[in-house]
Nanobody, 115 residues
C-alpha cells in the first residue's frame, strides 16, 4: 500500500518561500490526481491545489499566482512551491493522491508564517 510523507514545512517570514514535498513509498505512476490541502487551527481542511496525471493544475483563488504544484515521477514525489507567503497561509499542509482504488493522505507538515 502506498504511504505518503510530507516534508519541508517550517517557520518563515511573510513574503518568504517554502517548498513542500510529498514522497510516496510505492509506485504512484498510475495516480489520477495529486492534491494539497491545509487546515488552520479551528478551521476545516481546505483545498489548496491539485495536479492531474495529465499535468493540468488547479488552484484555490487564495493561492493562485503564489503557489505552484509540480511532480517528479522518477522520484515518486509531488511538490508544492509556496512563494509570497502570508500569515494567513499558516496551517498544517497535507498531500492526497487519488487512485482508481481510493485515496491516500499524508500525515501533514506544519507551515507557520510570521508577520
Amino acid at each position: 500500500q502506498v504511504q505518503l510523507v510530507e516534508s519541508g514545512g517550517g517557520l518563515v517570514q511573510a513574503g518568504g518561500s517554502l517548498r513542500l514535498s510529498c514522497a510516496a513509498s510505492g509506485n504512484i505512476i498510475r495516480f489520477i490526481r495529486a492534491g494539497w490541502y491545509r487546515q488552520a487551527p479551528g478551521k476545516q481542511r481546505e483545498f489548496v491545489g491539485d495536479i492531474t496525471s495529465g499535468g493540468t493544475t488547479n488552484y484555490a483563488d487564495s493561492v493562485k499566482g503564489r503557489f505552484t504544484i509540480s511532480t517528479d515521477n522518477a522520484k515518486n514525489t509531488k511538490y508544492l512551491q509556496m512563494d509570497s507567503l502570508k500569515p494567513e497561509d499558516t496551517a498544517v499542509y497535507y498531500c492526497k493522491i487519488e487512485f482508481w482504488s481510493g485515496s491516500v493522505w499524508g500525515q501533514g507538515t506544519q507551515v507557520t508564517v510570521s508577520s
